[in-house]
């Protein structure tokens, strides 16, 4: 496993994300509250670039006729079909078996590195 040097860290502010090529694969780099977080820019439902989705949150477990909003900046959510990811574990928000592959990031002196 080698550790790619793909952004300087001052350069992606805390909220922001940009997509990266590494050895051949599309890979979404994101900073939320300060960490690091890199997925793979592939929706396992039917392959779109799911970097590409928007930045969100999502609705919350509430009562009837009642819509809780929570968790903003935390999802990304595929542009064709709307399925929902965990930035910060890959993890589908409707069936756990789902889940978008997940690389390791390293700071190091300032830059940001993908494991691959």
Not at 96 to 116: A, D, F, L, S
Request: with cysteine; proline share 4%.
């Amino acid at each position: 496993m080698a550790t790619h040097f793909v952004a300087e860290e001052k350069d992606l502010a805390d909220g922001q994300h940009i997509i990266v090529d590494v050895e051949g694969r599309s890979i979404g780099l994101y900073r939320l509250d300060g960490e690091f977080y890199a997925l793979h820019n592939y929706c396992p439902h039917e392959g779109a670039p799911l970097c590409k989705g928007p930045v969100c949150g999502t609705t919350l477990p509430s009562s009837v006729y009642e819509y809780r909003f929570g968790r903003e900046g935390e999802i990304i959510r595929c542009p064709w079909h709307g399925w929902e990811f965990e930035i910060k574990t890959g993890k589908s928000l409707v069936n756990e078996k789902v889940r978008t592959r997940r690389y390791k990031v390293e700071v190091e002196n300032g830059k940001v590195g993908i494991v691959i």
